[in-house]
C-alpha cells in the first residue's frame, strides 16, 4: 500500500490545524476498540490518517463514530453484566 502523507490528507481538510485535531480524535477513538473503516495493519496514527485521506473520516462523521464506540463499549459492558449475574445465581 502506497504511503500516507500529509498532503494526501490536506486535499480532504486544507487546514493542517482541523487535520490534527481530527487525526487526534479518530486516533483516541481506534484506541478505545474503534473498527478501523479502511484495511490497515499499522499504528493507529497511520490508520487515521489513511481514513481521512480516503475520506471515509471527516469532521461531519467523527461525532458519529464516537458514539458507535460508546455504544459498542455500553454494550459490552451490559453483556458482561448479565454474565456474571448469571454465574452467580
Excluded: Y
Excluded at 1 to 28: G, Y
Excluded at 34 to 48: G, Q, S, T
Amino acid at each position: 500500500m502506497a504511503r500516507v502523507t500529509v498532503e494526501d490528507c490536506l486535499r480532504v481538510e486544507p487546514s493542517r490545524f482541523r487535520l490534527i485535531h481530527l487525526a487526534i480524535q479518530r486516533i483516541k477513538q481506534l484506541r478505545k476498540g474503534a473498527k478501523p473503516l479502511i484495511k490497515c495493519d499499522n499504528k493507529e496514527i497511520v490508520c487515521a490518517l489513511r481514513e481521512i485521506a480516503a475520506g471515509k473520516v471527516t469532521w461531519e462523521n467523527i461525532d458519529q463514530l464516537g458514539q458507535e464506540i460508546e455504544e459498542l463499549s455500553l454494550g459490552d459492558f451490559l453483556d458482561l453484566a448479565k454474565l456474571s449475574g448469571e454465574k452467580s445465581s
